[in-house]
């Protein structure tokens, strides 16, 4: 894609604050803390608000400048944990409530989200639900005419510990009726909703995940996002967001593998010779370079087909699929590259396997993008639209 100076000077101001926010990222992975002084940076320079309207305190950017600027985040900063978050943030809460949300709901909650003041996360992912959303046991019962009180519980809401906004998606249908789903807007403070405490995961360590436990919540009607019934069309259009912010930072942060790559394998000499002059290293170089190609060019190819208004179920599962697995192999191969000194923690490679271990299994696992391209290709039975979040 072509890129105008105006988009290239909001890419170039998130990469000079990437790497500024980066530094001390070993430490906060090793003690899976969240970098409140980085979130602040981001909010001050206004990467929260990137696709949100003017009226509301955004700068009305499109979806791919947002992923342009996102991946240029990716590329510069080495906290994927915050990264992670951000993606999170601007997609869980701001992305549905600016689309669907009424008048009052944006009047209400725009501004803060779009400032960074607000800390926004999703509800979805059940712990014995998995992958199957439609048969989610979180329900939402009206309560007079002007409420709905929520019970049940939600496992590995990422932002969870952090978050004063939370978007959960409950039943208020029959189970297995796409129309039987409803998203709601709930304050953290409000009575009922019990935030468990940050649990210990494999990767992005510095991005918080939690339980969430509702127990006779209130929620005024007003605070129902779209209409009751249409979680699930909510639930798409988000997903699509996510899929293509979360994963254009990993491109970001694939591309800076390979130039690091590149460098060493330059520099480093074994048997009196730079490594990368022989061919079983520089395969492997070539090999990345081509996932990074691959990946950018999917991700920016579904997002113009969404902006269209063109059909974009299977380029969004390819998408989902070619970057999250594409990513595993860069990290492997980087840690390969540098051999045991990738090894070592104090490098950052092995952290950046772990990381990425996490984008096969959250908004949608391998094996379910799998069963859904196959679905959408007329094979088989047709696979949940709606899949495992894993981290929400």
């Given at each position: 894609?072509?890129?105008?100076?105006?988009?290239?000077?909001?890419?170039?101001?998130?990469?000079?604050?990437?790497?500024?926010?980066?530094?001390?990222?070993?430490?906060?992975?090793?003690?899976?803390?969240?970098?409140?002084?980085?979130?602040?940076?981001?909010?001050?320079?206004?990467?929260?608000?990137?696709?949100?309207?003017?009226?509301?305190?955004?700068?009305?950017?499109?979806?791919?400048?947002?992923?342009?600027?996102?991946?240029?985040?990716?590329?510069?900063?080495?906290?994927?944990?915050?990264?992670?978050?951000?993606?999170?943030?601007?997609?869980?809460?701001?992305?549905?409530?600016?689309?669907?949300?009424?008048?009052?709901?944006?009047?209400?909650?725009?501004?803060?989200?779009?400032?960074?003041?607000?800390?926004?996360?999703?509800?979805?992912?059940?712990?014995?639900?998995?992958?199957?959303?439609?048969?989610?046991?979180?329900?939402?019962?009206?309560?007079?005419?002007?409420?709905?009180?929520?019970?049940?519980?939600?496992?590995?809401?990422?932002?969870?510990?952090?978050?004063?906004?939370?978007?959960?998606?409950?039943?208020?249908?029959?189970?297995?009726?796409?129309?039987?789903?409803?998203?709601?807007?709930?304050?953290?403070?409000?009575?009922?909703?019990?935030?468990?405490?940050?649990?210990?995961?494999?990767?992005?360590?510095?991005?918080?995940?939690?339980?969430?436990?509702?127990?006779?919540?209130?929620?005024?009607?007003?605070?129902?996002?779209?209409?009751?019934?249409?979680?699930?069309?909510?639930?798409?259009?988000?997903?699509?967001?996510?899929?293509?912010?979360?994963?254009?930072?990993?491109?970001?942060?694939?591309?800076?593998?390979?130039?690091?790559?590149?460098?060493?394998?330059?520099?480093?000499?074994?048997?009196?010779?730079?490594?990368?002059?022989?061919?079983?290293?520089?395969?492997?170089?070539?090999?990345?370079?081509?996932?990074?190609?691959?990946?950018?060019?999917?991700?920016?190819?579904?997002?113009?087909?969404?902006?269209?208004?063109?059909?974009?179920?299977?380029?969004?599962?390819?998408?989902?699929?070619?970057?999250?697995?594409?990513?595993?192999?860069?990290?492997?191969?980087?840690?390969?590259?540098?051999?045991?000194?990738?090894?070592?923690?104090?490098?950052?490679?092995?952290?950046e396997l772990r990381n990425a271990v996490a984008g096969?299994?959250?908004s949608g696992t391998t094996q379910i993008q799998q069963?859904?391209?196959?679905?959408?290709?007329?094979?088989?039975?047709?696979?949940?639209?709606?899949?495992?979040?894993?981290?929400?």
């Amino acid at each position: 894609m072509q890129w105008n100076e105006d988009q290239k000077a909001l890419r170039a101001a998130a990469a000079a604050l990437g790497a500024v926010i980066g530094d001390g990222h070993l430490e906060r992975d090793a003690d899976a803390s969240f970098s409140r002084d980085g979130w602040k940076r981001l909010c001050e320079a206004g990467l929260p608000g990137l696709p949100f309207e003017p009226e509301y305190g955004g700068l009305g950017q499109s979806l791919s400048t947002t992923m342009y600027v996102l991946e240029g985040l990716g590329h510069s900063c080495r906290d994927a944990g915050l990264n992670f978050s951000a993606s999170t943030h601007l997609v869980s809460a701001g992305v549905p409530v600016q689309r669907f949300g009424s008048a009052e709901l944006k009047r209400r909650f725009l501004p803060g989200i779009v400032d960074g003041s607000t800390i926004g996360a999703h509800a979805i992912t059940e712990a014995d639900g998995g992958s199957d959303v439609m048969g989610m046991r979180t329900t939402a019962v009206p309560d007079g005419e002007d409420a709905f009180v929520l019970n049940g519980s939600k496992a590995f809401v990422s932002n969870g510990p952090i978050a004063d906004l939370i978007v959960v998606y409950a039943r208020t249908g029959r189970p297995g009726n796409p129309a039987g789903l409803t998203a709601f807007l709930v304050e953290r403070d409000t009575p009922g909703l019990t935030v468990g405490r940050p649990i210990a995961k494999m990767g992005l360590r510095s991005s918080p995940l939690c339980e969430l436990f509702l127990d006779d919540v209130r929620v005024p009607r007003s605070q129902v996002i779209g209409s009751v019934g249409a979680g699930f069309l909510v639930l798409d259009h988000v997903m699509k967001w996510e899929i293509l912010c979360s994963f254009v930072i990993n491109v970001g942060e694939m591309q800076h593998r390979l130039e690091q790559c590149v460098s060493y394998a330059r520099t480093r000499r074994q048997f009196g010779r730079h490594i990368g002059s022989y061919q079983s290293v520089s395969n492997l170089i070539v090999g990345m370079r081509i996932d990074v190609e691959t990946s950018r060019k999917w991700l920016y190819d579904t997002a113009e087909k969404i902006v269209g208004r063109e059909n974009a179920a299977v380029d969004v599962a390819i998408s989902k699929l070619v970057v999250s697995e594409a990513n595993v192999r860069s990290a492997l191969t980087a840690i390969q590259i540098y051999g045991g000194h990738g090894y070592m923690a104090e490098v950052g490679l092995e952290k950046e396997l772990r990381n990425a271990v996490a984008g096969t299994l959250y908004s949608g696992t391998t094996q379910i993008q799998q069963q859904r391209i196959a679905a959408l290709m007329g094979l088989g039975r047709p696979a949940p639209a709606r899949t495992e979040q894993g981290l929400e």
